[in-house]
């Protein structure tokens, strides 16, 4: 089945600088990936996606690319602030035989220092 | 307001005595699922369910169980606890769509003694 790999799993940067964070998944046939932030006590809620026949996707500070020969994906984050502090999980769909389930990987968790 | 809505939010339990988490979607979701989330390891899934009375196992469903009688509802069964179940547990649901962004309940905790 599909495996999903998050890189890193802290990342500390300085208020204003970019943070990257990469995911590589296992399963060629996956074809949608989102990120979603969990902020401390909260739930995980979607923050961009991207479909595997794009290969780039913005949304005012962050952006997600994709690599399907490769097969990983990134998320970037410019000009971090503190309000970004929070853990962040990719996913790929599972096709195979679960008809489109989704599998995280293990969380990053960012800290934007001011 | 659309919403998933989790029931216990927070529990302290004893080794052995069932106890149920419940989960209703007000979206006329398809899918829903339950995840525990653990230090490390990140969301990993328990169960899931396509639809009314279909449901599949997870990556780790030993311990769970569930049941879909309605669309709307998707519990949680923990028949006889035990302390490495202790954990945070995630409902969710999203319409059937394989692209469908996946809306998560607020997590219920769950401490066995």
């Known amino acids: 089945g599909e495996n999903v790999e998050q890189h890193p799993s802290t990342l500390s940067v300085q208020e204003g600088d970019s943070a990257v964070i990469k995911c590589t998944y296992s399963d060629s046939a996956s074809n949608y990936f989102p990120w979603y932030k969990q902020e401390l006590g909260k739930r995980p809620q979607l923050i961009i996606d991207?479909?595997?026949?794009?290969g780039e996707k913005k949304d005012q500070r962050i952006a997600v690319t994709l690599n399907k020969t490769a097969k990983h994906f990134s998320l970037h984050i410019t000009e971090t602030q503190p309000e970004d502090s929070a853990v962040y999980f990719c996913?790929?769909?599972?096709?195979?035989?679960?008809?489109?389930?989704?599998?995280f990987g293990k969380g990053t968790k960012l800290s934007v220092k001011p | 307001e659309a919403q998933v809505t989790q029931n216990p939010r927070y529990l302290i339990t004893v080794t052995g005595k069932k106890l149920t988490v419940t989960c209703s979607q007000n979206m006329n979701h398809e899918y829903m699922s339950w995840y525990r989330q653990d230090p490390g390891l990140g969301l990993r899934q328990i169960y899931y369910?396509?639809?009314?009375?279909?449901?599949d196992k997870g990556d780790v469903p030993e311990g769970y169980k569930v049941s879909r009688k309605e669309k709307r509802n998707f519990p949680l069964i923990l028949e006889s606890p035990s302390p490495n179940q202790t954990s945070l547990y995630f409902c969710?649901?999203?319409?059937?769509?394989?692209?469908?962004?996946?809306?998560f309940g607020e997590g219920s905790r769950l401490t066995v003694l």
């Open positions: 969710a649901s999203r319409w059937q769509t394989h692209t469908g962004e996946l809306f």
């Open positions: 369910s396509m639809n009314v009375e279909v449901t």
């Open positions: 991207i479909r595997s026949n794009v």
């Open positions: 996913a790929a769909l599972n096709y195979g035989g679960s008809q489109g389930n989704l599998i």
